[in-house]
């Protein structure tokens, strides 16, 4: 299994039944192929759509139709399609249960400071502001539950373990009345004792 | 009737959803010296990626230009000034310009670079960035249908930015892949109303979009 399976299949442990997820650029495009059998959720895609399901079969797809990176979709029965002023409200009020980040946008997260440096890469943010922002209205509905820990998990990549550490820390100046811990985990089965 | 030096928004969100018609006669005018507000600038050579490529935009306004290589040269060389915001922000920029709003008061971005010479506000203890209204000379839209008034229905994910920025440009050029009779797309599924719209021209086939 090559390191993108692993990480989407990690990811896909982490949804729970009829939560409301959003899935970035890349990998995280992939991570329904692994949900748990018999969990149902629900995706949105930021470019304007919630009950985003895999592309129906070949010579089925509709141009009109596609994910956050442009690739052909479907959509479940009971779909919706949206404008991109409610995408990201829902996204940026908080409405999410759960943000899938490519590794792109979490590694710009680290190289943010410097994306204006002649000669480097520069992608530009997309929607991966606005999504973390929405995780910080998550930790304060965690808070304002009476609620003592809460957990962001994010998979990344060895070289976008200094970027993690930047959202970390850049989130900490965000809340800073919460103890906020980033831990490296380089074993994708890793789950937390509750 | 789109002068060179003329700012545009442009719907779509990687091509889906954006005038391919209209952007494909701009590259044939060579229209130069364009502002383009949009999400992204597609991929080389494809939807707003034609007017990169034909090196027709001298400023860009946009949240995500990764895509597309030829963008992020010509902004590296000099020769497109590029701002880049959030999706989310740049949504709501345009929405602030074209429903007569003052600015945004919106918590992404605080603490980062995109906060940078641009004020915060506090409302009820909680911090907000104020970013500034879009508009625009020119609003170019796809939708699906329009009616001979301009109503206009769009199709699933290729809605995106189109609904906004057709309150958001001083004249709005959509087009349609179908122009119907009016009274065709009923009032309930009409998702921009003929009042916003100023010229509509018919798809036609073009780059099989």
Redesign the interface.
Known sequence: MDDKTLIAKRVALEMKEGNLVNLG?GLPTTVPRYLPPGVEVYFQ?????IGMAPVPGQGME?????D???GFVG?IPGAA?????L???L??GGHLDITVLGG?EVDERGQ??N??V??K??????????LV?GA?GYFQDVIGFGRRIAMLAVGYGPSEEPGGAEVAR?MR??LPDLTIDWWPVPDPSWIPRT | MIPEGASLMIGGFMGVGSPHRIIDELVRQGRKNLTVIANDTATPNFAIGRLIAAKLIARLIATHIGLNPETQRQMMVGEIAVELSPQGTLAERIRAGGFGLGGVLTPTGLGTVVAENKPTVVVDGREFLLEKPLTADFALLAAHRADYRGNLEYLLTARNFNMVMATAGRTVIAEPEHIVPTGVIPPDMVATPFVCVDYIIERCAVNGR
């Open positions: 650029i895609s930021e470019n304007g759509i509709d141009p009109s139709l596609t956050a990176g442009g959509a399609s949206i404008d991109s002023c995408s990201f409200g996204i940026r792109l943010l400071a994306w204006m002649p000669g890469m520069v992608p530009g943010m997309g929607g991966a502001m606005d922002t910080i850049w100046t965000v």
